[in-house]
Every structure is written in structure tokens, then in C-alpha cells.
């Protein structure tokens, strides 16, 4: 996954920010779907990519910062 190790920090965090947020009103997009799979109410298939789409970045942003936990990388640093 060195491709991942390569993004900055900033740019995930910020696209994690603005595709997770997406569209504000009347409720973000992840959390509605989110809310349908724990209801079991997730069967359409475009609200299944609905959800693959807004929840990737937020999900890459977490593989990175547990990837750089391991190994004890600050998010400045070089690795």
C-alpha cells in the first residue's frame, strides 16, 4: 500500500471532510446510509454505491492513519 502512503494527509482529510458532509441538507449522504444499514433498509442498488462512494476516502483516511501508528510516522514525515 505504498500508493496510500503517498497521498497527503491533508488531502484525505479534507476530501474525508467534504465526501463524508456531502450534501448537508436535510442530512449527509453517509449518515442516512449508514442509518438504512443498521435498519436493513440498504437493498437499492444505488443507495449501496451511495454509500461505497461516501464512506472510501473517510475509510482510506483511517487505513492511513492506523498504518501510520504502526509505524510510528508522524503525518509530516517522510516515510
Same mark, same amino acid.
Given at each position: 500500500?505504498?500508493?496510500?502512503? +503517498? ?12 465526501? /463524508? %458532509? ?7 449522504? %453517509?449518515?442516512? +446510509?449508514? +442509518? ?9 442498488? =444505488?443507495? =449501496?454505491?451511495? %454509500?461505497?462512494?461516501?464512506?472510501? @476516502?473517510?475509510?482510506?483516511?483511517? @487505513? ?7 509505524? /510510528?510516522? +508522524?503525518? /509530516?514525515?517522510?516515510?
Amino acid at each position: 500500500m505504498h500508493w496510500l502512503d +503517498k497521498i497527503p494527509i491533508t488531502a484525505l482529510v479534507l476530501a474525508a471532510i467534504a465526501l /463524508g %458532509l456531502a450534501p448537508l441538507t436535510p442530512e449527509p449522504h %453517509l449518515w442516512q +446510509k449508514l +442509518k438504512m444499514l443498521a435498519n436493513g433498509t440498504l437493498a437499492r442498488p =444505488i443507495d =449501496i454505491f451511495d %454509500l461505497v462512494m461516501h464512506a472510501s @476516502v473517510p475509510l482510506l483516511l483511517a @487505513v492511513r492513519l492506523i498504518r501510520m501508528a504502526r509505524s /510510528g510516522n +508522524k503525518p /509530516g514525515s517522510s516515510a
